[in-house]
């Protein structure tokens, strides 16, 4: 047995179990020895229940004295209880909800470990503990009876039927079986930071020696905890930076920016752009100078002006010679920067096209033909634009928009279609910088911080459901007195069928209660393309004055009279969203509302109602956004192009993060030989690369 021995061979697991394993991503014996425990247990000193308090967290070693379940109808239906017992002569009362299935698992006179928390019960005027965690623990003639108890033993998420107990006597006979494996790390790094070697590490993380505090332990913060994440983000960041380097290093398009280009800038610009738009564009422009391709992303908030810095950059890559593309994720977007960009462009005669799913055939092969003959300088599209027979006569420039919801994968193929094309990838995500560093570490990046001039802070409120006509009242005032609103219905995560039904309801009640002599309009994506672009051109007349819709106007959408954004059921949408849907207003010059209309709020909505109500500013909401979900949600979408991370954590390891790519910059950029360079390469490209969708490291 090695490291690199699959599971299935290791003695414990098998075919079915190795099945599971493989489905977390544990395929080999080094995957599964940096599987981390979530949590850890002192089983050294066991408390005794008889010596236990109400409001202690604490585990408890007792054996099943009476199991029952209860079949009262009402509050205690298909309630399990078991009483359990320890030599002390305490008793501590377990309860399940719909525990009825474990009826067969905890019967009387079993030996269990149990962890949760203490809570006094008036009933029985004793102590209870709500679905705690258990360990059914063998009789004594287990041999690796000292592996579970008598020390601190780690508890890991259980795969399928693999319980912790299994994964616990797997690791522990794998480290005891192996010899040690190498450190891969740079000695002169691990010298540097006094980090104790690969192997004692997963030892120490799985099996920690008693001296060790369960505190520190269950903090990740222990020394072999501290290395092993500072070793996953340092080879992280490191093919972050390798790919960087590399992209720097292919021959690029070395466009001029001479005073003719300049002279079209101008004629095209509407109106003067903010200092944070010029920076930028000066930023953007040097790369497109450069001789190395420029892979730039241009991060700003919602309504901070990127489209127009995107224009900029496509009139130098056009006045070039070249075309450029814009890449957005759905149709709508694609429409909305089509619709903004073809005034601008036609102010300087260029022609630009649209190309989306929802193109007919002979549109699209018209669109085709004006793209690959290079009559068209300009193309906007959805993943249409990827399609394997878009052909570009000589595509200079690719904007992507909204990156995250593309994969790297879709970034390649359209840089495909043209030789080693500058890309600018743009997000109106406010990204906070953790997860700018995983995820974008190999791009370079211009922050637009600054709002268009005139612009007020948008208010917003908070409305209990029940209050919701005030809000009706204002919004008949404020049309009234000229502008326009929005009503976004709630996310149903289930169907955008039910979806599209709740915004027809609210519609109906709108149109035909409360606001019968407005015009209302209703927008959602079971529309057909012409529908939506009649209703969305007819809002932007202002022939329509309310306007009820789903979330397909999160993004982009730009009528800068609307002044009113009224969000039901806000509870349900995370932070990101309200932030990206309140950016819909506050684009003119009148004041702007917002209005948050809410049922019952749990904690967590009540933090993020109020994050909304105190804050106008993309980049906190975006901290705290990930603070309170966490990195897999933060987009809300599954392929966000996250790494794969395994022990580390975007949110908890912040300061570990910061250290590792420092230290992964200095160590690329400034290798102590060519061989170490080569070395690192193979390592990252043999444990590394395809966990992390790092394409082309080397
Ligand atoms: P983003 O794409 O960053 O959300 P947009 O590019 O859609 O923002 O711009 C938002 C609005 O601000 C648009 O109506 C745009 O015309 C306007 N705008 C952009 N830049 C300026 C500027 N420098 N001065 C005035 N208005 C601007
Ligand atoms: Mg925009």
């Avoid at 949600?633 to 790494?643: A, H, I, N």
């Avoid at 790519?661 to 395809?690: F, K, M, T």
């Amino acid at each position: 047995m090695d490291l690199q021995t699959q599971l299935t061979y290791v003695k414990g697991v098998g075919p079915a179990r190795a099945e599971m394993l493989e489905s977390k991503g544990l395929r080999t014996v080094e995957d599964l020895l940096g599987y981390a425990p979530f949590r850890y247990e002192d089983r050294s000193n066991v408390k005794a229940i008889a010596k236990l308090a109400p409001g202690e967290t604490a585990t408890v070693i007792a054996r099943v004295h009476i199991a029952r379940s209860s079949r009262l109808q009402g509050r205690h239906m298909g309630m399990f209880e078991v009483t359990f017992a320890d030599s002390s002569g305490g008793r501590l009362l377990g309860k399940w909800f719909h525990g009825g299935y474990l009826a067969n698992v905890l019967v009387p006179g079993m030996q269990v470990a149990l962890f949760g928390r203490m809570e006094y019960d008036s009933f029985t005027r004793g102590l209870q503990v709500l679905h705690p965690e258990f360990e059914i623990i063998p009789e004594d003639d287990d041999p690796e009876a000292s592996v579970h108890m008598g020390r601190i033993v780690p508890v890991y998420e259980g795969v399928g039927k693999v319980t912790t107990r299994i994964l616990r006597a797997v690791i522990h006979r794998c480290l005891t079986e192996l010899p040690p494996a190498e450190d891969s790390l740079p000695a002169s790094i691990a010298a540097k930071l006094k980090l104790p070697s690969y192997w004692q590490s997963l030892k120490d993380l799985h099996f920690p020696s008693g001296s060790e505090d369960l505190r520190t332990l269950n903090g990740f913060r222990s020394p072999a905890h501290w290395r092993l994440i500072f070793e996953e983000f340092f080879w992280l960041e490191c093919g972050m930076v390798l790919k960087k380097l590399k992209a720097r290093q292919a021959r690029g398009i070395r466009f001029e920016l001479n005073d003719r280009v300049r002279e079209k800038i101008k004629a095209m610009l509407p109106f003067k752009p903010t200092g944070a738009q010029k920076r930028s564009l000066a930023e953007i422009a040097r790369d497109m100078a450069a001789p190395q391709p420029m892979q730039r992303l241009l991060q700003g908030d919602v309504g901070s002006g990127k489209t127009l810095v995107a224009a900029e950059a496509a009139v130098i890559a056009i006045e070039n010679g070249y075309q450029a593309a814009l890449l957005a994720p759905t149709e709508i977007l694609a429409q909305q920067h089509h619709f903004n960009l073809r005034p601008l462009f036609e102010r300087i005669g260029y022609l630009s096209v649209l190309l989306t799913g929802s193109n007919t055939a002979k549109e699209k092969q018209h669109v085709k033909k004006l793209l690959a003959s290079g009559v068209v300088p300009m193309a906007v599209g959805t993943h249409a634009l990827l399609e394997e027979d878009v052909e570009f006569h000589k595509l200079g420039l690719v904007i992507i928009d909204e990156q995250h919801r593309f994969g790297v994968m879709q970034r390649l193929r359209i840089q495909q279609k043209g030789e080693t094309p500058d890309v600018l990838v743009m997000t109106a995500t406010p990204i906070p910088r953790t997860l700018a560093l995983t995820m974008y570490g190999d791009l370079d990046i211009s922050v637009i911080d600054e709002l268009p001039p005139g612009r007020r802070g948008i208010k917003t409120l908070h409305v209990d459901e029940p209050r919701v006509e005030q809000a009706y009242a204002f919004i008949r005032q404020q049309i009234a007195d000229g502008r326009q609103a929005y009503v976004v219905c709630p996310v149903i995560e289930e169907s955008e069928t039910q979806q599209m039904k709740a915004a027809e309801k609210t519609f109906e009640h709108l149109s035909q209660t409360v606001f019968p002599d407005l015009k209302v309009g209703l927008l959602h994506g079971r529309l057909k393309t012409e529908e939506k672009e009649s209703v969305m051109a007819a809002f932007q007349r202002g022939d329509v004055q309310v306007l009820v819709s789903t979330t397909v106007i999160e993004v982009g959408v730009d009528v800068a009279n609307a002044t009113i954004m009224v969000i039901e059921q806000a509870e349900r949408f995370g932070l990101a969203q309200l932030h990206q849907l309140r950016g819909r207003v506050g684009r003119g010059a009148h004041q702007s509302h917002c209005f948050l209309v809410t049922g019952k709020l749990s904690e967590s909505a009540q933090e993020r109602i109020r994050t909304m109500v105190d804050s106008n500013d993309g980049f906190y909401i975006a901290e705290m956004d990930l603070r309170l979900r966490g990195p897999g949600e933060f987009f809300g979408t599954k392929q966000s192009g996250l790494p794969a991370l395994r022990i580390a954590s975007i949110v908890r390891d912040r300061d570990i993060l910061e250290i590792a790519r420092g230290e992964a910059v200095a160590y690329v950029e400034n290798p102590p030989s060519e061989d170490a360079l080569q070395a690192l390469v193979r390592h990252i490209q043999g444990h590394w690369q395809r966990r992390y969708g790092l394409v082309q490291v080397g």
